[in-house]
Structure formats: structure tokens, C-alpha cells
């Protein structure tokens, strides 16, 4: 069966430091990648997602970015994190679009 | 591109009763509508979702129904207990492209014992 990790659950940093979150699916093979913000209370922002190796569509300008060095490897970035990125950060995938989307069990963020 | 409204933003019942939550589409070429049930400070966790060739699914207590021609469809939970306390998402797909899921802002339900 496929399993999604996400990780680290929890995360507190400084304004102006780098961030990097790390995702990784494991039981298929090129599956859609996604990361989406949850801001506390609010909805799912889609910040970025990838149907392939090297392949990164942005949804948002912003101060984050992407990356997919493998198949199954989708990583969060930021040079310099802004208090405004603090929230929930959840990473999914499905096999392909119109296939259920199952999320990973998120990255609380607190920039402080 | 897709827009996906859903209403309400919040919703009280009463233990037992039912609850419906409502969302409309935009973009006629969407085919398919998954919902999401998202407990506090969980991840969202797909419950039920409906394709656009069926125009009703139910599982157990909860049911979608779906009308093309008004683009709207519906989440449906009868006999609600404490533990449906939470935040639902709809969300829709067009069949085309590599477009993603867009999703509703969600609902944040309350089951009041």
C-alpha cells in the first residue's frame, strides 16, 4: 500500500532563517506532488505541485520554493523565512488528476 | 479556471439531526468531487468523493449528491454524532490537463450533544 511521510511534525524558527521541509511517498511511482499552506483557521492554499522529476508548477509568488530531486522526494524551501509563513503545511499526492488526493500528516511552522 | 464556493462557513446541529453542506463549480468540464473531513490539527482525510457520471453515493451515514446542469453537489451527514465535529472540504476537477484540485473554503461543523 502507499504511504505518504512528511516530516518534521513540528517546527519553530527564527524570522530570516532558511526552512527546508521534506516529503516522500513510498508504494508508487510517479505520482503528483503537492505542498498546500493552512493558515490557523482557513482553508488549503495550494502552494506548489509537480507531475514529474523537475517539474514544478508555482500557484503562489512568494518567499517559498520547490524542488523534486526524485520520483518520490518533494522538498519545501525557503532562504528566509517571514513571520507571515508561519501554518500548517501539509504535503499529498495522487496518482494522477481525478484520483483521490491523500494528504501527509503535516508540518506546524511557527516563525517567530 | 475553476472556482469552487461552498457554503455554509459554519454549521451547528444538534446530536442527531442532520447536516448539509452545499458547494457549486464552475467549470462544467469538472468530473470529479471528493470530500475531505479535517479533525483539529490533523491532516484532511478524504470520506467520500462522486464522479460525474453518478448523480448520488452513500456510505453508511454520510451521502453526495451531484446535479450537472445546476454545478452543484452536496455532502449529506444523517444521524450526527459528536465526533463529526470538524472542518469539511469540498473540492472539483476538470478532466482536462494537469489542472489540481480546487478546493472550497471549507465548513467548520459543530454536533452539539
Known sequence: SQTIHQWPATLVQPVGSPLSLECTVEGTSNPNLYWYRQAAGRGLQLLFYSVGIGQISSEVPQNLSASRPQDRQFILSSKKLLLSDSGFYLCAWNKNQGSPLHFGNGTRLTVT | ?113
Open chain 2, 1 to 113: 479556471g475553476e472556482n469552487v464556493e461552498q457554503h455554509p462557513s459554519t454549521l451547528s446541529v444538534q446530536e442527531g439531526d442532520s447536516a448539509v453542506i452545499k458547494c457549486t463549480y464552475s467549470d462544467s468540464a469538472s468530473n470529479y468531487f471528493p470530500w475531505y473531513k479535517q479533525e483539529l490539527g490533523k491532516r484532511p482525510q478524504l470520506i467520500i468523493d462522486i464522479r460525474s457520471n453518478v448523480g448520488e453515493k452513500k456510505d453508511q451515514r454520510i451521502a453526495v449528491t451531484l446535479n450537472k446542469t445546476a454545478k452543484h453537489f452536496s455532502l449529506h451527514i444523517t444521524e450526527t454524532q459528536p465526533e463529526d465535529s470538524a472542518v469539511y472540504f469540498c473540492a472539483a476537477i476538470p478532466n482536462s490537463g494537469n489542472t489540481p484540485l480546487v478546493f472550497g473554503k471549507g465548513t467548520r461543523l459543530s454536533v452539539i450533544a
